[in-house]
């Protein structure tokens, strides 16, 4: 059974079973919001998987793209879940997640962009092509200026405004059926965050 976290866009968590049943999902839309929304909903998620009897095997943690805070709030609530039950950690690209769900829901076929929303007037795009069983990246993700983006052509874009931890999830099942390796869980910017470290003054 896995637990998956997702804060690239809102904030979602899930709890799938090794068979892909989703046991529990619980999501928010909300960008701004990933601190105060996290702790009750993996609480109430926990709660529900307790009672469904099945024991956790591994967490796994959406690794953008995304903004700095969101990602940062939802890779280490992921960490520290994996650490305190002494289970592993898998990461997983958010953007693969919505690919495999629209290339196994017959929606995506051929090149696609997945593209999410990235604020300040730009968009998040990865570039995919529809294979099983893993949307193979044919472009890794990348910043473009909202008003400038058009797909490229043969390239038929998907945005979406949500990133299902359910998704993510099944992903990670995809993966681990496949025998395919895991990316680090380092959260994947697009750009430097906003707050930086200011340079000590020399004392002589």
């Known amino acids: ?20 049943r989703v046991i529990v999902e619980r999501s928010s839309a909300d960008t701004r919001r990933h601190a105060e929304v996290i702790g009750p909903f993996l609480a109430e998620a926990l709660e529900v998987a307790e009672r469904d009897g099945s024991r956790l095997s591994h967490v ?23 650490i305190a039950r002494r289970i592993p950690l898998l990461a997983g690209p958010s953007h693969e997640a919505v690919a495999l769900s629209l290339v196994e829901g017959g929606v995506a076929a051929g090149r696609f962009a997945v593209i999410t929303d990235a604020r300040r007037r730009e968009v998040a795009v990865t ?8 949307p193979t990246e044919l472009e890794a993700a990348h910043l473009v200026a909202r008003a400038a983006f058009a797909p490229t052509e043969g390239v038929t874009p998907f945005e979406v405004q949500e990133i299902p931890a359910a998704a993510l999830a099944l992903a990670a099942l995809a993966r681990l059926a496949a025998g395919a390796a895991f990316l680090e869980p380092q959260p994947l910017y697009l750009r430097a965050p906003d707050v930086t470290l200011s340079t000590p ?4």
Not at 127 to 134: D, E, Y
């Open 1 to 20: 059974m896995l637990l998956a976290i997702d804060t690239s866009a809102g904030t979602s968590i899930a709890i799938v079973a090794d068979d892909g």
């Open 60 to 82: 796994v943690a959406g690794i953008g793209p995304g903004p700095y805070t969101g990602l940062r709030v939802g890779i280490a609530a992921a960490r520290a879940i994996a």
């Open 127 to 134: 570039v995919f092509a529809a294979q099983l069983p893993l």
């Open 201 to 204: 003054k020399r004392v002589s």
